[in-house]
């Protein structure tokens, strides 16, 4: 099976619950990339201020060089919202690196994101988030979801699209 995902969308769409559930099915290993942020970039989308792209590249290639050194099958949550931040991805990745898009409209990413607890990323900067987001193209090959079905539905869905890859 493809060994190196990366779960993209804009905050809210998912990333997290579909990561670990998808990694429990695959017996992937499942990192969350907010945990790959410097400090000063979780403080500065706590303040409700987007990053830039010179704040986003330290980021970026902590995400692709996990991906490079993983054992198995490794799972990343990680926005990749614009073509230079995949490429870049997956110059470091050094190996083959699928996208999975969690796609779904911005109402229903805004609710889920109200709903939740504890989390940084604020909602006033979802906007933010649809505006910097380049759809994958037909030449990088992603995987696009819908993320307005139950969970269950959108991993096994993932699942067959990467089995399918596979044959």
């Known amino acids: 099976m493809g060994h190196r995902i990366v779960l993209m969308g804009v905050a809210g769409c998912g990333k997290s619950s579909v990561g670990e559930t998808l990694a429990a099915r695959l017996g992937a290993v499942y990192v969350d990339g907010d945990e790959l942020h410097p400090p000063e970039n ?12 010179e704040d986003r590249w330290p980021w970026l290639t902590r995400v692709g060089r996990s991906l490079a050194s993983a054992e198995g099958i490794r799972i990343i949550g990680c926005s990749a919202l614009k073509r ?14 699928v996208f999975v898009h969690l796609s779904g409209s911005r109402d229903l990413i805004a609710a889920r994101m109200a709903a939740r607890t504890g989390h940084f990323m604020p909602t006033s900067l979802l906007d933010s988030q649809f505006a910097a ?6 030449d990088e090959q992603a995987i696009t979801v819908d993320i307005g079905q139950p969970l269950e ?8 699209s990467l089995e399918e890859r596979q044959s």
């Open 42 to 53: 979780i403080t500065k989308m706590s303040r409700g201020e987007p990053l830039t792209d």
């Open 84 to 97: 230079r931040y995949r490429d870049l991805i997956r110059h470091e990745a050094v190996s083959p690196v």
């Open 133 to 138: 987001l380049e759809l994958p193209e037909a």
């Open 153 to 160: 539905a959108v991993v096994a869905e993932i699942a067959t």
